[in-house]
């Protein structure tokens, strides 16, 4: 379960995706990992939408710990 913890912005429209909703893991492709993580290390995911249909997206993300990428991949979610 995620949450998004940014703060919305105005120019961006209510919807499926806003700000504030929880969206679950329905899938994991193309992951590719570049370093290992261990306990202690802070992970930061970003990702970038790049298709959704419904309550359903798509979206490319890096997990990076500091400046260094851990791993990416391309994450399907749903939103609650």
Known sequence: RLKCDKK????????PFSFGKTAYFASINSAKFKRKVVPGDILTLETEIIKVKGPIGVGKATAKVGDEIACIAELTFAVE
Not at 8 to 15: T, V
């Open 8 to 15: 919305k912005k105005e120019e961006e429209p209510d919807g």
